[in-house]
């Protein structure tokens, strides 16, 4: 297990010598001590990456994605202990960590792919006076701030494209995971990546860390995954340097079920949408919006589903939801619960801490919420899953758009014209139509209005790690 920071392609302590303790919030006890980086830590990280940079933007295109290949493969050679990894620190199911596992290197095996095809363009000026000839360089060096729900996957989502085109990172990985970031970074060693090309540094003071790097004046980029909260302290703070930026925030997202639907096949989605990795993703459905006619049956149905969830140690067998992250997670969702109920919600299944050992939330349906409920208002990183009832198709969209995150949404219905219509209705980024799970390293990840900038994933991603410079040239 890798404990120390990673910079410059040594392993090395923080320059103060402190640790911090990792928990397993399955059971509350520490699992390791890591090195907390200072910001001279940081700006040390910050040096390695600018100093190591042009000669990796240099490497042949094909070179740097011979070694993002590798890159994949060594992560699915290590899927087994690399999700023992994420579990212990996360806390989530074996089997989410190992889904994990494969969707963070298929980002290096897609960002390979796309390492050799990245296009400019040639025209003629209007005026036929000369040649527009347009090309993309790498930015330069990049910050990456990630969270803890995805250990692995939300690194190598930024961490493969930037790499693919030819930057150098700094990556602060998350306090509560960040023996899964450095453990990645020792594959990349292994895989071929020069020293210096990847830094982590862990800190316990993630806004001096933040300073330190974001003054340095080789970083050009931040790249973050996180908190609409935090997102929008960072935004501020990259600008002060005019810093490119993209931004994976918060969501609410509504699931919509039409009474033509599949039920079936909708309380599988809801399923999927609601408690894939714990019910902690920013992509969970948030919001339930039910056709009224149907909304008992869909109600009885997930609530039975809910209510056969098993929760436990991630590593246990038939375990299929684990912890949340931390106490505080645990009394957030408490609270917010114990609010809708006393606001009249109806309790079908759960509404309550688990009685075991852990930070554990047992999974819960509420019906009977109004859709301007508190409940409905905030993002609920949980297990919960609140029931809208609908019978006015424009009104529930509005209230489905009544939000100012617009991550994703979900719709199912049987009546392909009009998912479709009604998706195109809906301010989110994605849209997952009749599934419940969207993400995939071949499509562009990313919200609308404050859920973020950019696009991660797909084409898109690799030229967000990108300038653009056009050459007028005459010849
Ligand atoms: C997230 O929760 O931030 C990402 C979810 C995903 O990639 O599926």
């Not at 969270?147 to 989502?157: C, K, Q, S, V």
């Not at 993630?206 to 960072?234: C, K, Q, Y």
């Not at 199912?412 to 809906?426: H, M, N, P, Q």
Request: proline share 5%.
């Amino acid at each position: 297990m890798r404990t120390q920071l990673f910079i410059g392609g040594e392993w090395r302590d923080g320059s103060d010598g402190v640790t911090f303790d990792v928990i397993d919030p399955a059971t509350e006890a520490i699992v390791a001590s890591v090195a907390a980086g200072t910001p001279s830590d940081a700006t040390a990280a910050c040096e390695s990456a600018s100093a190591a940079q042009p000669g990796w933007a240099a490497t042949a295109p094909r070179e740097r994605a011979e070694i993002l290949r590798r890159a994949w493969q060594l992560l699915m050679e290590r899927q087994d202990e690399l999700a023992r990894l994420i579990v212990l620190e996360n806390g989530k199911p074996l089997a989410d960590a190992k889904g994990e596992v494969a969707y963070a290197a298929e980002f290096f095996r897609w960002n390979s792919e796309e390492a050799v095809r990245i296009h400019g363009s040639i025209g003629t000026a209007p005026s036929g006076s000369n040649r527009i000839i347009v090309h993309h360089p790498p930015v330069g060096v990049v910050v990456i701030v990630t969270p803890w729900n995805f250990p692995a996957a939300m690194i190598t989502r930024k961490l493969a494209p930037a790499l693919a085109a030819g930057n150098a990172v700094v990556i602060k990985p998350p306090t509560e995971t960040p023996l899964t970031a450095l453990r990645i970074a020792d594959l990349l060693s292994e895989a071929g990546v020069p020293d210096g090309v990847v830094n982590v540094v862990p800190t316990t003071d993630a806004e001096a860390w933040f300073d330190a790097a974001v003054d340095h004046p080789g970083i050009r980029m931040v790249s973050f995954t996180g908190s609409t909260g935090v997102g929008r302290n960072l935004l501020k703070r990259s600008a002060d340097r005019v810093l490119k930026t993209v931004m994976e925030l918060g969501g609410n997202a509504p699931f919509v079920v039409f009474a033509d639907a599949d039920l079936d096949a909708a309380v599988e989605g809801a399923m999927t949408a609601k408690m894939r990795h714990s019910a902690e993703t920013c992509t969970a459905a948030n919001r339930f919006f039910v056709e009224a006619s149907v909304v008992e049956e869909f109600a009885s149905r997930f609530a039975a589903a809910m209510g056969a969830v098993t929760l436990g140690v991630g590593t246990d067998d038939g375990v299929t939801c684990g912890p949340l992250i931390h106490a505080g997670a645990l009394d957030r969702v408490t609270s917010l619960v114990d609010d809708a109920v006393a606001a009249g919600a109806r309790v079908q299944v759960g509404g309550k801490r688990s009685d075991r050992a852990g930070y554990f939330y047992e999974p819960t349906v509420l019906s009977n919420v109004a859709h301007d409920d508190p409940i409905t208002r905030e993002e609920i990183f949980g297990p919960v899953a609140p029931i809208i009832a609908f019978t006015d198709v424009d009104d529930m969209i509005d209230q489905a758009n009544d939000t100012e995150m617009g991550l994703i949404g979900y719709v199912f219905t049987s009546d392909l014209a009009k998912g479709l219509r009604v998706s195109e209705r809906i301010q989110a980024g994605m849209i997952g139509l009749n599934r419940g799970a969207v993400s995939d390293p071949a499509a562009p990840f990313g919200g609308m209005k404050q859920s973020g900038l950019g696009r991660e994933g797909a084409s898109d991603g690799i030229y967000e790690f990108c300038e653009t410079q056009y050459i007028a040239t005459d010849w």
